[in-house]
């Protein structure tokens, strides 16, 4: 059982920051890829920025520059540092990890916290 806790999410003016922050607990041997999405109002979910295999990070164009993602040293926590926030940053951002289970990869998301970003 595996889960995924966000928090840092709020009501920010455009142009202002925020830390995102997500851990996950449970029994875990090994995750090989974690990081966060986000879903707007209306709109499918979309990456914004992981660790994927091999210790890579991805990032969306859209926030490249702006935000960071960084990982914690047992690597079960990862942040996300979103600075010079746009109102089309607003969603709710979920925190994501790949975990091996027999036979297959598990999909594991976060409860999702909101980050409204005003004018």
């Known amino acids: 059982q595996v889960q995924l806790v966000e928090s840092g999410g709020g009501l920010v003016q455009a142009g202002g920051s925020l830390r995102l922050a997500c851990r996950a607990s449970g029994t875990i041997f090994s995750i090989n890829a974690m990081g966060w999405y986000r879903q707007p109002p209306g709109r499918q979910r979309e990456l914004v920025a992981a660790?994927?295999?091999?210790?890579?990070?991805n990032y969306a164009d859209s926030v490249k520059g702006r935000f960071t993602i960084s990982r914690g040293n047992a690597k079960n926590t990862v942040s996300l540092q979103m600075n010079s926030l746009k109102p089309e940053d607003t969603a709710v951002y979920y925190c994501n990890a790949v975990v091996p289970v027999p036979g297959r990869d598990l999909e594991v998301w976060g409860q999702g916290t909101l980050v409204t970003v005003s004018s």
């Open positions: 660790f994927t295999r091999g210790d890579n990070t």
